[in-house]
């Protein structure tokens, strides 16, 4: 959720994203009672007649599961996207009768986007999308990013943090003509670091944390701060000593969490 003043009109709504399988949805209020819809509905019949900017999932054509995380950068809303859709999915004794009876396919991740939202344009504009590898594209040009996880503005800077979760692996095990079973599984022990991502124009981006992926400064710290299954769950401004401060609590579910603290430089 995000509280957005419109710097046009001087409205102030309360955005609210969601996650959906058939692509997100973004709400909005302007009392907490009465909500419209941003981005939502099927198709653009439905959205256009519900005056909504975009149907579900920024159109589907980005493949949008989840709205994770938003905020107000140089008077924009920044809107933080995830990706679910990837992963294993086995059949088990599909064909009995043939000697390979299991067939195994393998869904490839598809790295997050981000949108931002111009109150004075009214209009809406990719940041982070398209298939590639430069850093404007999906993932920051790496397609393990999955989840923009979190996100904070400090001063003039918008920090960034990502997610790579493990993989699933859905079991479809063929048992008699109508019955099948199912089970569901992760890989185990697979590195999942995330990443932090700055920018001071909503244009150029410096990649702070996990820069063995892209060799660009050795000297800031590798994936999910030298520790390969850390997450960058949350962010929050924090002012200690009169100095703005970034703190990042990671998710970790195999060493336990970490809180971090990071100081920009004057």
Known sequence: MEVYNNPTDSTSHLYVGTSNTAGCELWRSIDGKTWEPVISYSNWIFSLLHNADFPRGFGRHSLIDGIRCMSIY??????????????????KNLFPYLERGTVTLKIPPIGAQMWKYSGTKDQWEQVIGGLGREVTDNGFGDSKNIEMWSIE???????VGTMYTEPPHAIYEKLGLFHWMFTFSKEKNIKIGGEIWATQNGKTWIQLVGDEAHLRNNSYPPNGFGDFFNGMRV???YILQGVNRLVVGTLNQVTGCEVWMYTPIE
Do not use: A, C, F, P
């Open 153 to 159: 503005t400090l001063d003039n800077t918008l920090y």
């Open 74 to 91: 140089s008077g924009d809303l920044y809107v933080g996207t995830t990706r679910l859709g990837y992963g294993y999915v086995t059949y």
């Open 235 to 237: 962010m929050e401004k």
